[in-house]
């Protein structure tokens, strides 16, 4: 005799159907989302270094806090192309411009020295030197 299953509409085909339906979507770079930067920070004993991917953006819209151990990092992104009339007498239907603001911080595991640190920005990339403060040993005072 051959197995007989039982079907119910509602076990996984309704499920199917609605799989995704309430999914947020994804944002990407320049949309409504807010826009990220890549960062890489590396630490060697005297020193972190914090490499940032800000391609576009001119390093006078760039801003850098530095509050003990927290490195804050600001850009000012417009990117507008202004193309008026493609070869051959064609017309431009669509153009696209995006304008915002970045924005990322990271705390890291010691206090920076802000007084001997080394900014340079080439080829859309920040790089910064963040050398790290003298710890602070602990002074021993002698009871009287």
Do not use: C, H, W
Request: proline fraction near 3%; aromatic fraction near 10%.
């Amino acid at each position: 005799m051959a197995n007989i299953a039982r079907f119910t509409p509602f076990d996984d085909t309704i499920d199917d159907l609605f799989r995704g339906f309430f999914v947020r979507p994804i944002s990407y770079e320049g949309t409504n989302g807010a826009a990220q930067f890549r960062v890489d920070v590396t630490e060697s004993d005297r020193a972190y270094t914090l490499r940032a991917e800000i391609p576009g953006v001119k390093k006078n819209d760039i801003n850098v806090s530095i509050d003990g151990d927290t490195v804050a990092i600001s850009a000012e992104v417009k990117n507008e192309k202004d193309e008026k009339d493609v070869k051959n007498g064609e017309r431009v239907l669509r153009t696209e411009r995006y304008y915002g603001k970045i924005y990322r911080a990271f705390t890291l595991g010691q206090s920076v020295d802000e007084t001997s640190t080394a900014a340079k920005y080439a080829d859309g990339v920040l790089e910064l030197t963040l050398p790290k403060k003298a710890a602070v040993q602990a002074k021993r005072i002698t009871i009287q």
